[in-house]
Nanobody, 115 residues
Framework: QVQLVESVGGLVQAGGSLRLSCAAS????????MSWHRQAPGKQRELVAL???????NYADSVKGRFTISRDNANNTVYLQMNSLKPEDTAVYYC?????????WGQGTLVTVSS
């Protein structure tokens, strides 16, 4: 079973940038859906960014134009580049790698954006 380890998030000022990484313990070539999700305090987990095996991407409207998802098969890693961060981006961020309905979650990493 592949395990996912996310990088440490942290505290960022509004307008700043942060890149999250999600490293898999094994080969990720077989996963055809990569995604990042987040859960803010008192809210449900939501999809933030999605990448399919053909490299097509999709983003939540709230992050479109500011966040970018990418994958590095050689290093078994998925990234989430976050720019122009806002206080409302504060949440625990989770990565997920899946094939069909079967997937693996990262442990989550806290990102706090101060105003």
């Amino acid at each position: 079973q592949v395990q996912l380890v996310e990088s440490v998030g942290g505290l960022v000022q509004a307008g700043g940038s942060l890149r999250l990484s999600c490293a898999a313990s094994g080969n990720i070539f077989s996963f055809n859906v990569m995604s990042w999700h987040r859960q803010a305090p008192g809210k449900q987990r939501e999809l933030v960014a999605l990448m399919l095996s053909g490299a097509s991407t999709n983003y939540a409207d709230s992050v479109k134009g500011r966040f970018t998802i990418s994958r590095d098969n050689a290093n078994n890693t998925v990234y989430l580049q976050m720019n122009s961060l806002k206080p409302e981006d504060t949440a625990v961020y989770y990565c997920r790698m899946a094939r069909g309905s079967s997937g693996v979650w990262g442990q989550g990493t806290l990102v706090t954006v101060s105003s």
